[in-house]
């Protein structure tokens, strides 16, 4: 009876993993470096080791459970974007009316933003007197559902709307004192505070910004601005030097749409460096190419049911960037959706986008190696760290992962080192 059962068990466990490839001595060193009684016994974790080649799993723990993602999400981002907006952006939508242009925004973030290619908004705007602008096909708003209320000032979550402008961000020239913003337009709205703050802080319900004289220390670069329909029109005047007013106007069905930008450079800008303002504007551009108008949880729902209905467990998506805390997703989902972004692009131009440790993006620092092997999208919250990409090995495979943890107490430095050793064993064993 004895040997019946643990042949019946070698059945159910292992023989999976003959036909996948595995042998048992390599499945036992990760079963023991991910088992309960090692370091990753201590939280949740989930991991996922998939052959792309033969499409077979090499190895799984907890792929069935959802966790909280954090810029994974990302990637789902990146998908809708490749599949929906192919290589170029969403910019406006305008009908020409007399000596008034009249525009919608559809979400393209590329104006005054960092190093992105610009749109040439001078010479679209040139043979118009009058600009007028109309946010009635915005339907989301400008934070995240399950974003965290107390970012408000931070860089990472500047918030979203139609037609951006600086990337909704003032920035702040760093150890000049006073600070010194641009645009100038906010200058006047800096002031001196005696509170104990050490940096630039903006005001919670304005756009108002304060710093204490005796202990600032000039350390950040960029602060979100409040939007609004009257601060972006009194924005794009000056940037423009043309009159700009707004009027909520509905969208007539007779109008033209405005493609400016290329598509590859903002997702990579987003990928590499886990933009979060950029995630959420690709959003926005998805939706307004799908139904004219700008409606994440609607853009959302399309994508899950025509694209990534075939999903093995059914995605808790909110948002583009990651930031909201309602996303949830498992890892055997994770690897599903990365094999289908394997499928649409080239190796080098997915390799391009991902970060490669200790050479480019958020794991520029980590995972170092006298040959790259980890390309993958990082994701981090509070708690929470994720990794999600290609890993190769020193026998010249390349395979999927999905890395996964949550509820962990310690600093999530600690974790990544830990996961390293996870990987170092996969890239040197398999």
């Known amino acids: 009876m004895q040997k019946r059962l643990t042949f019946l068990v070698f059945l159910i466990f292992y023989l999976p993993l003959v036909h996948a490839q595995v042998s048992q001595e390599q499945y036992a060193k990760l079963e023991s470096i991910l088992g309960d009684e090692g370091f990753f016994g201590g939280h949740l974790t989930g991991f996922m080791l998939y052959d792309l080649d033969s499409q077979r799993v090499l190895f799984e723990k907890n792929s069935h459970i959802r966790f909280t993602p954090a810029s994974t999400t990302k990637l789902f981002t990146l998908f809708s974007s490749l599949v929906i907006l192919n290589d170029s952006t969403q910019t406006l939508r305008y ?226 960037s990651g930031l909201s805390r309602y996303n949830l997703f498992t890892p055997r989902s994770m690897v599903a959706l990365f094999e289908k972004i394997y499928r649409v692009l080239p190796d080098d131009q997915l390799k391009e986008l991902l970060p490669t440790g200790g050479v480019s993006g958020t794991i520029k620092t980590n995972y170092q190696a006298r040959e790259p092997y980890i390309f993958a999208k990082t994701g981090t919250m509070s708690n929470n760290h994720s990794l999600v990409g290609l890993i190769q090995t020193t026998k010249g495979k390349t395979y999927c992962f999905a890395f996964m943890n949550s509820n962990y107490p310690q600093k999530t430095s600690e974790i990544r080192r830990e996961m390293e050793k996870v990987l170092l064993l996969v890239r040197d064993n398999f």
Request: proline letters at 8%; zero cysteines; a negative charge.
């Open 95 to 320: 009908v020409q009316s007399g000596d008034t242009l009249k525009i919608w925004g559809s979400g393209d973030p590329s104006w005054n933003y960092l190093d992105l290619y610009q749109p040439d908004y001078q010479n679209f705007f040139k043979s118009a007197k009058i600009i007028q602008f109309s946010d009635a096909n915005l339907k989301s708003t400008p934070f995240g559902s399950g974003w965290q209320w107390d970012d408000y000032y931070y860089y990472f979550s500047a918030e979203r709307s139609s037609l951006p402008i600086y990337g909704n961000l003032i920035k702040v020239e760093r150890s000049s004192r006073p600070p010194r913003v641009s645009p100038p337009f906010f200058q006047d709205a800096v002031f001196s505070t005696s509170s104990d703050i050490k940096d630039l802080e903006r005001d919670f319900h304005s756009n108002r910004f304060y710093y204490n004289p005796k202990s600032y220390r000039g350390r950040e670069d960029y602060i979100p601005f409040i939007t609004s329909p009257k601060l972006f029109v009194q924005l794009a005047s000056l940037e423009t030097g043309k009159p700009w007013i707004y009027k909520s106007d509905s969208l007539p069905k007779n109008h033209q749409i405005w493609r400016a930008a290329p598509l590859y450079p903002i997702l990579k800008e987003m990928m590499l460096e886990s933009d979060n303002f950029l995630a959420e504007q690709l959003m926005y551009m998805v939706s307004d190419r799908i139904f004219g108008e700008i409606d994440i949880e609607r853009a959302i729902e399309f994508v899950l049911k025509t694209y990534l209905y075939d999903l093995p467990d059914e995605p808790i998506w909110i948002d583009g």
